[in-house]
């Protein structure tokens, strides 16, 4: 118990703090002061500088600094992110809607989205054993590899008999000058044809039109297309550099692309050339000399 309050009067002893010059040791200025006088002292000098810190931080536009309390909604730089970001999500919603479409229009689909080939199912004319007569018309499923045959060679004859004369009076620019290692063969799925030249040769736009696609895929490496008038489209795939970008006008004869040899379904530099009108493919050697 003595112990304690000898510690207590040591907090109230009286301390004196004597200020003197250094070269005649004349007193300049005293302070009677006690331990706790000393920590009130400092304590509150300490709470003083916080609340200072925290009235500037609250008050000011310092509180921005402070991560993750300033308001986004009033950061001009946030604010413009934000709205290229929702341009951005808007271009890619339309790009995609485009996309499918596009897709619908190459294949061939109908506005109900059944493409020209789905033959799973036809009428056909039952036969009664007896009388020979002819039933109404019943559906019948037809078995997946006949489908598969039969969808090529309905394509096969689309293709043939839908020749667009239109064709005949455009003169269409080879897009390289090569010798055509695989034909166009639609029962294959091969609806193009693929024309050996050296790596880096220049690739032309057969015609005018606007690039609509300009991209790399995994099986067609750098692949462009143009869209040209009455609903002719023209692919060039394996590329190794793409030239032009998606919405630029290209004049016929000009360079969109360079031969290359990327892609999983590419051997050696070559270009695979394709030829669509009326969403249906075309055999590029009926209009265009390639040699």
């Known amino acids: 118990m003595s112990e304690q309050i000898a510690k207590s009067r040591k907090w109230r002893d009286l301390y004196r703090l004597v200020i003197l010059k250094e070269d ?3 007193e300049v200025n005293s302070f009677k002061l006690t331990l706790l006088n000393i920590y009130i002292a400092f304590s509150s000098l300490i709470f003083l500088v916080a609340a200072v810190v925290i009235l500037i931080i609250f008050f000011t536009p310092a509180k921005k600094m402070v991560p993750g309390y300033g308001d986004p909604a009033e950061d001009p730089a946030y604010m ?20 499918s479409n596009f897709q619908k229009m190459i294949m061939g689909y109908d506005s109900s989205g059944v493409p020209p080939s789905a033959l799973a199912v036809q009428p056909v004319h039952a036969v009664d054993d007896q009388s020979g007569e002819g039933h109404s018309d019943m559906p019948q499923v037809i078995e997946d590899q006949t489908n598969t045959d039969s969808a090529a060679e309905e394509l096969i004859m689309i293709s043939q008999t839908k020749r667009v004369s239109s064709l005949d009076n455009l003169y269409l620019v080879s897009p390289v000058s090569g010798s055509v290692s695989a034909e166009f063969d639609p029962a294959i799925n091969h609806f193009g044809i693929d024309i050996l030249a050296p790596k880096d040769t220049p690739v ?12 790399w895929t995994l099986e067609t ?45 590419s051997t050696g530099p070559h270009l695979h050339f394709e030829l669509w009108q009326n969403g249906l493919p075309v055999d590029p050697v009926d209009y265009i000399h390639f040699k």
């Open 221 to 265: 490496g750098n692949t462009i297309g143009v869209q040209h008038a009455d609903n002719l489209v023209s692919f060039y795939k394996h590329n190794a550099v793409l030239l032009k970008k998606v919405g630029e006008y290209v004049p016929a004869g000009e360079a969109i692309a360079l031969v290359g040899n990327t892609g999983k379904f």
């Open 204 to 215: 032309k736009s057969i015609l005018d039109g606007y690039v609509i696609t300009s991209d």
């Open 24 to 26: 005649t040791l004349e």
């Open 80 to 99: 413009e992110l934000f709205r290229k970001v929702q341009d951005m999500e808007k271009q890619l919603v339309a790009y995609e809607i485009y996309t």
